[in-house]
């Protein structure tokens, strides 16, 4: 499904009337889905509705006659429409031929099956069928015939085996709890990570040339709680800027190390890297609920607002938070209550690059499906109609052997404070209740803590448009102010875990 003309008209109603509160200003998305200029309104429209050649042919027209504002404006649109392209790049003969590597009978029909039960992903684009470039790995998690016939074909039944490292993820939980139960404290099991990051921008980059301006950020942990003792290990090339925390007057929500650096031979690879590392521990505190409050703090109450167009209060947005909380009035009963209710209606799937999507809420309603970002995004929106303050966290998770880009969420509750909720980890399999529903209130201590807020300015502040313009987690790159997507670089990282 696509986000309406009528839904976009609805983001960008009021958009100025966005409350600040610290970063909450920014809108974390490209000026065509968060702008209320009547070019963009109508490009944004084209775009959802797939015709994204008349967008372009718009496009030329107004940048023939544009002023320098409106040029920027006009290539940022251009590029949204080549990211979603690039999103959808699959035609339906290539989609079959993709899933010939594991389903070696695999037909034309059967495709055609799959995408019109919805367990394809696709687009109608310029009235073509176009398949989702990450393809088939959402169709082995909502295509049970697919998953069957791929197992078959493998003499195995690898659907059967446990996913994401959940035994061994279930099993910390339990210990971390127990610890908690034991010793009388919420923080627990401290895990030191060590990581080394490395960003490797490809050689012959177009419009590179020797002495070009390479400027880069890669993630870097914040101090935050439960994450401290960080420490720069090294830096290459040296010297390199580390961004504030963000817990400091001033301070970074996306903490970064930076470089900058000029090209000698555009046709050799360049590459960034830094080593560090950092304490975590498990987040346990008890929770009572005939003690749950919600905060007067009005440095606390700003994380109420509506925040377009990622958190929009929308018509389809009330109903849901209506229809999960009903007539609950306990504050953390109703945070429960959503955390349940996003855990038994959105189901996880591969997503589409943040950039790409206009409001990652609505997304997550209109599909009933995303991925950890997009959960996210819909339990802090829920919460926040819901009178909960509630607030953005990124990074990675860390489990040893298993690690990957994360976001997930917290929401204030008096008298704990900011509270850890992680609607995609949702509610364990587990007949303990602690266990089970362990990710609203808790967190486990393989995490890394790089974003505390989402769609704020980078340290120093990058001016070109972002790859990630909400989020980050694999870094940016820019030469001589131009972006390099993700499509010209490649990124590495490299876990080590030592005794606490």
Not at 33 to 60: C, I, K
Not at 103 to 122: H, K, T
């Amino acid at each position: 499904m696509t986000i309406s003309n009528v839904f976009i008209g609805l983001l960008l109603i009021g958009a100025a009337k966005v409350a600040a509160c610290g970063t909450e200003g920014h809108a974390g998305a490209p000026q065509v889905f968060s702008s209320a200029d009547p070019l963009t309104v109508q490009v944004a429209g084209l775009m959802a509705e797939g015709r994204l050649a008349e967008a372009e042919a718009l496009l030329d027209r107004a940048g023939r006659d544009a002023g320098t504002s409106r040029q920027a404006l006009v290539e940022e649109a251009r590029e949204i429409i080549r990211r979603i392209r690039r999103e959808y790049g699959l035609a339906p003969e290539e989609m079959v031929e993709k899933l010939r590597r594991w389903i070696p009978d695999v037909s034309a029909a059967d495709v055609e099956r799959w995408r019109l039960a919805g367990e394809l992903q696709f687009r109608m684009l310029d009235g073509q069928i176009r398949f989702f470039s990450s393809e088939p790995l959402n169709l082995w998690r909502f295509c049970e015939e697919a998953r069957r016939r791929r197992d078959k074909a493998a003499g195995g039944t690898a659907a059967s085996a446990p996913a994401d490292g959940d035994g061994a993820l279930d099993a910390h939980v339990t210990e971390a709890l127990a610890a908690a139960r034991a010793s009388g404290k919420a923080e627990v099991l401290p895990v030191r990570h060590v990581v080394k990051y490395a960003l490797t921008v490809k050689p012959g980059r177009p419009g590179a040339a020797a002495d070009s301006v390479v400027r880069c950020w890669l993630p870097y942990p914040q101090v935050y709680g439960r994450q401290r003792e960080v420490r720069l290990r090294s830096a290459d090339p040296a010297p390199a800027l580390i961004a504030p925390p963000g817990t400091e007057p001033g301070g970074a929500a996306h903490r970064t190390v930076f470089f900058e650096r000029r090209v000698g031979d555009p046709a050799e690879p360049l590459r960034f890297a830094v080593e560090f590392e950092f304490l975590t521990s498990a987040y346990c505190p008890e929770l009572d609920e005939d003690r749950a409050q919600v905060s007067s703090d009005e440095a606390v109450r700003c994380h109420l607002a509506e925040r377009r167009p990622h958190l929009a209060f929308t018509p389809e947005l009330r109903a849901a938070v209506a229809e999960a909380v009903g007539g609950e009035t306990n504050p953390l009963r109703k945070a429960r209550r959503i955390f349940e209710y996003i855990d038994s209606r959105i189901r996880y799937c591969a997503e589409e690059e943040y950039s790409v999507i206009p409001s990652l809420s609505a997304h997550a309603l209109s599909r009933r499906r995303g991925d950890c970002g997009v959960q996210a995004a819909l339990f802090i929106s829920m919460c926040r109609t819901a009178g909960i303050p509630a607030r953005w966290q990124s990074g990675f998770f860390t489990q040893p052997g298993h690690w990957n880009m994360h976001d997930w969420a917290e929401f204030h509750l008096e008298p704990w404070g900011w509270l850890p909720a992680d609607p995609s980890f949702g509610r364990r399999k587990s007949d303990e209740p602690a266990v089970r529903d362990f990710y609203l209130g808790h967190s486990d201590a393989y995490r890394m803590i790089v974003n505390l807020d989402y769609g704020a300015p980078l340290h120093p502040p990058k001016t070109s448009l972002r790859s990630e313009p909400a989020d980050f987690q694999r870094g940016e790159v820019e030469i001589d102010g131009r972006n390099l997507y993700f499509d010209e670089w490649d990124w590495d990282l490299e876990l080590h875990h030592l005794p606490g």
